[in-house]
């Protein structure tokens, strides 16, 4: 089981737990403003854009090369940015802490 928390842009903050599926999914599940997951967790849509706390960022790791070109095209792209469809839910990553962007 994996706690995940959320931090909106509203500075809301929204803890959520789960043992599988995608952190894209469970922020969904969960109402977290400014997660849209419009392309329903397939990459292409960016509407799931997060910064990983800094101190997280090995447990989630680096975005792969699809995720990094569509990252490059946002906005607010820094080197702790991923999109939370293509972060898997793990023990690995419990307890991470989120920024959404939008």
Do not use: W
Request: charged letters at 25%; one cysteine or more.
């Amino acid at each position: 089981m994996a706690k995940i928390t959320f931090i909106t842009s509203d500075n809301e903050t929204i803890v959520a737990e789960a043992s599988s599926g995608s952190v894209m999914e469970l922020a969904k599940d969960n109402n977290v403003t400014g997660i849209d997951g419009d392309c329903g967790g397939v990459c292409s849509c960016a509407t799931c854009h997060v910064h990983v706390a800094a101190g997280d960022f090995d447990k989630v790791g680096a975005p792969g090369e699809i995720e990094a070109d569509m990252l490059e095209l946002e906005d607010n792209y820094n080197e702790h940015s991923r999109l939370c469809c293509q972060i898997d839910i793990s023990d690995a990553i419990d307890g991470v802490t989120l920024h959404v962007v939008n």
